[in-house]
């Protein structure tokens, strides 16, 4: 990583008088995997077609590889796009629907054959070359789509929700999947989700947005660790997130108690949000520092959900450790727990 193949500055996008995109800002280095994650209707697949050349913005530049990217002709953009429904020719058998883009640059049939034998065992569909489409599974068929897109080499694969389709094990066996074949083919891939989990399981860097914007961009620990604002903390997993008065660096309020912390830059008194994650707490049957009533448990397989009332406010604890609804609990965590946050008008 670190020579950038895509910039984007400035990119704004409109469909009729709405806003979609808002001055977007991003780059996205060579044999990078990026995803834009965010709820329906944030801009995310906007983004996408418009770094895939299928829509114009309005304001702004898109580069790549160095180039103004509507400068460049179709045909010399090394980008091709996975969709979410595959477009897979029904017609074409799994070999035909690879080596489609091949014979339409006229590739010698020997190097064609070449190419599909080596895709189609990176895709792990060795054996399927006779395969007619409509027999193939959902998974398989995402497989043949992804084939038909890498073999042509591009250094940018764009993928809109490609495991939309599929039930939740075989999505979940796709996400190691593209990441290792992102890995094996070295190239970069952007990828497009509303599900928070294939987001941090795959990336490098995680696009955050909501509403035209990007509200944060970062690694997915950091993404999850050290989130910017009130959207991408309650977007990113769970969160407990309470008002918080900062009265130095290295010191915060909040349920009327004082607490150490790691953060500092914060002007004296200034409203703040808190955040701490439902794993790092620990419950404890003692008095502390903030006490509460156990409200509600829920077994959730590998911990248990617990939610405590404090103060007529609700705290999500997740545990391995459970307790009875009704017990008096104490909430403990360390300083480096408790993340700081510039106060969200949200």
Do not use: W
């Amino acid at each position: 990583m670190g020579t950038k193949l895509v910039e984007i500055s400035g990119l704004t996008k409109s469909f009729d008088d709405v806003e979609v995109l808002k001055d977007i800002h991003l780059y996205i280095n060579e044999n990078e995997f990026v995803t834009l994650l965010g709820p329906s209707g944030c801009g995310k697949t906007t983004l996408l077609r418009l770094i895939a050349g299928f829509e114009y913005a309005d304001a702004g530049v898109i580069t790549f590889d160095g180039r103004v990217l509507e400068e460049l002709p179709p045909n010399k953009r090394a980008i091709n796009t996975v969709f979410q429904k595959y477009a897979l020719f029904p017609h074409l058998n799994v070999y035909e629907n690879i080596a489609f883009g091949l014979k339409m640059k006229k590739m010698p049939k020997e190097d064609i054959n070449k190419e599909v034998t080596s895709v189609l065992k990176l895709v792990k569909l060795e054996g399927f070359e006779g395969r007619n489409i409509k027999t193939l599974s959902g998974g398989q068929q995402q497989r043949v789509a992804i084939a038909r897109a890498v073999v042509n080499k591009p250094k940018l694969l764009l993928l809109d929700e490609p495991l939309g389709a599929l039930d939740l094990k075989l999505r979940q066996e796709m996400q190691y999947e593209l990441k290792e074949m992102q890995r094996a083919l070295g190239i970069s891939f952007v990828f497009v989700t509303h599900d928070q989990e294939e987001a941090l399981t795959m990336s490098d860097t995680v696009v955050v947005m909501n509403d035209g914007i990007i509200q944060q961009i970062g690694t997915p620990i950091d993404i999850y660790n050290e989130p910017e604002n009130r959207f991408t903390a309650n977007f990113i997993g769970e969160s407990n997130i309470i008002d918080g008065v900062m009265h130095k660096d290295f010191l915060v309020e909040f349920e009327g108690v004082m607490f150490e912390c790691v953060d500092e830059g914060f002007d004296q008194l200034e409203n703040v949000d808190i955040v701490i994650r439902p794993e790092d707490i620990e419950l404890k049957i003692d008095a502390g520092k903030i006490n509460g009533v156990v409200d509600a448990i829920t077994f959730k397989g590998v911990h248990y959900e617990i939610i405590v009332m404090v103060n007529d406010k609700e705290y999500i604890i997740h545990s391995t450790d459970p307790k009875e609804v009704g017990d008096k609990v104490s909430l403990h965590f360390e300083p480096e727990d408790i993340h700081v946050m510039v106060k969200s008008n949200a």
